[in-house]
């Protein structure tokens, strides 16, 4: 099954920066929404050589070739990130952090009987997956880039995203061709 286009959807939009009535596929798409960039792309690519001129060194240095002592303070400063988020996470959501810990020492334990490959793509090593959080012994194993799509198709699931241009990324990244037989 093929995706049309809806008759009844605009085939134009405004571009945010320039004010100009101009066609859908003149905005990039946005992957993790399923939605058009509010800007046109020849606004978008001005945006992009206005940053580059104002920051050009700092664009073009590598990262191993910047300062150790910034990458050191950016290291440092994503640790915090990190650390805040998966706080603020815990507090939001103690009944599945609980039942995560639980899970966990119940697989040590070998009272879970957990398989030690990716259910999804047969890799390795896993991560266990809690598809729903009334259990605490239902797990799946999963590798990690498994375990992260999954939880991406849920989010984008909830949020009630297109899944079409997920799947089309998808394709794309793993290098095989698409429906109709061109590689995508």
Request: aromatic share 6%.
């Amino acid at each position: 099954m093929y995706w049309t286009p809806d008759p009844d959807h605009p085939l134009t939009k405004v571009c945010s920066k320039c004010k100009v009535e101009k066609h859908l596929m003149e905005f990039y798409l946005q992957y993790e929404t399923g939605r058009r960039r509010p800007d046109c792309k020849a606004c978008n690519l001005a945006q992009q050589r206005r940053y580059r001129a104002a920051n050009g060194p700092r664009c073009r240095a590598k990262p191993r070739e910047r300062d150790p002592a910034q990458q050191e303070l950016d290291r440092a400063r994503r640790r915090t990130r990190t650390r805040e988020k998966m706080r603020r996470y815990r507090r939001q959501q103690p009944r599945r952090q609980l039942i995560r810990t639980a899970s966990h020492a119940l697989h040590k334990l070998g009272l879970i009987e957990v398989g030690d490959r990716c259910a999804d793509c047969g890799g390795g090593p896993i991560e266990l997956h809690h598809p729903d959080y009334s259990d605490r012994f239902h797990v799946v194993p999963l590798c990690r880039r498994c375990h992260m799509r999954r939880h991406a198709d849920e989010r984008r699931r909830a949020r009630g995203v297109p899944m079409k241009y997920v799947r089309r990324r998808r394709r794309r990244q793993a290098g095989r061709a698409a429906p109709n037989g061109r590689p995508a």
